[in-house]
């Protein structure tokens, strides 16, 4: 019997990807990725959370993309299905940007969504 492979809950570009493992070579050894998450706040209602994880709490999401280990918080999930995680920086900024086709708005600065 054939095995299918689901999709993933959350995808990286390769710029993401590359930004993780930087960010991991620098962290505490015992650091195994990064966990991402949502949380209240912002003027449109919700905000991105990343945080380093040193291993999968009960009921997480974990995904493995392009030789990285990103862990979802379990409340996320259902708000995080979907999201291509990216990084973007130019001369003034960088950051951890998220393509989530599940968001309805998103307020004028960037830094939070409604769902």
């Known amino acids: 019997m054939e095995t299918i492979e689901r999709p993933k809950a959350m995808t ?9 493992k930087a960010l991991m070579a620098k962290a505490d050894s015992t650091m195994q990725g990064l966990r991402v998450g949502v949380k209240a706040g912002g003027c449109s209602g919700m905000t991105y959370f990343i945080e380093y994880a040193e291993g999968q709490n009960d009921f997480e ?6 030789g990285v280990k990103i862990f979802i918080d379990p409340k996320a999930m259902i708000y995080l299905l979907g999201t291509e995680m990216d990084f973007e920086g130019d001369k003034l900024q960088s950051g951890f940007v998220f393509k989530n086709p599940n968001e309805k708005d998103r307020c004028g600065c960037g830094e939070s969504f409604r769902v």
């Open 12 to 20: 990286l570009s390769d710029a993401a990807a590359d930004r993780v």
């Open 61 to 66: 999401e974990v995904v493995e993309d392009k």
